[in-house]
């Protein structure tokens, strides 16, 4: 994502990211950067699951020039200037990742299972033996107050503070109910680390407050809960 790309609100793809995006089934439309929106899947990503992008050929001006692919939408305010971006299709399924993110081999492998030809998976993992390569990586994350993850397992009393779960918790060895500390708005969107904030959730609700496809209302509906109990408290 070039400096120029971020002021004009227009990704322009390399050819072979055009030839993915088109691959996927779809042509740039004609309509300019409003027109119809493409679904990319983010891999190795945890802030962002899906970018709708605008695919489009921006006519420019002077005589001759041929028109330029953009895109527009989300992938500008995902990426930041100087981010490179890979983007991808396994059969009509395209994703986009930054260069340098790692990719999470389930996400990856969740993709081959939806796009390829079900024998030839069974045969490729057939195929797989042995022990698996070890790595060493740094890890870039946030330090998070213990207190805060104290504070929201208590407040929850053992259940789920999704007031609309309805999943089955499981029991841990010592007893108590099996609960992750989510922060409603993620630390990495620029959430704070503290009990208003946070969620004491069980981990089917945790995965969907990330990746479900309703992630933006469960998120609105676990802020009010969250918010409603913490005042509760202040009172009690
Ligand atoms: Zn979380
Ligand atoms: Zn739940």
């Excluded at 493409?38 to 489009?56: Q, R």
């Excluded at 024998?119 to 998070?144: C, E, H, L, N, W």
């Amino acid at each position: 994502m070039s400096k120029t790309d971020k002021s004009k609100a227009a990704y322009v793809p390399a050819e072979g990211q055009k030839a993915a995006i088109i691959a996927a089934g779809h042509l740039p439309s004609a309509g300019g950067g409003s027109g119809e929106t493409i679904k990319l899947e983010v891999l190795g990503d945890i802030k962002t699951a899906f970018l709708e992008a605008s695919f489009y050929d921006s006519q420019r001006k002077g005589a001759n020039r041929a028109p330029e692919t953009r895109m527009g939408r989300d992938i500008v305010r995902w990426a930041k200037v100087g981010d490179e971006i890979v983007i991808g299709n396994i059969g009509s399924k395209l994703f986009a990742a930054k260069a340098d993110a790692t990719v999470d081999t389930a996400v990856f492998g969740r993709l081959l299972a939806a796009e390829t030809d079900p024998r030839k998976v069974i045969a490729k993992a057939m195929k797989v033996s042995g022990k698996p390569k070890r790595r060493q990586r740094t890890v870039d994350d946030f330090v998070r107050n213990p207190w805060v993850v104290a504070g929201a397992l208590q407040r929850s009393e053992g259940k789920c503070e999704l007031p609309t779960c309805k999943h089955q918790l499981f029991v841990r060895e010592d007893g108590t109910n099996y609960l992750e500390v989510h922060h409603v708005l993620p630390l990495g969107e620029g959430g704070d680390d503290s009990l208003s904030n946070a969620a004491a959730i069980c981990p089917s609700c945790h995965r969907e407050q990330h990746f479900g496809e309703n992630r933006q209302q469960l998120r609105q509906t676990l802020a009010t809960a969250v918010a409603a109990s913490t005042a509760a408290l202040v009172t009690a």
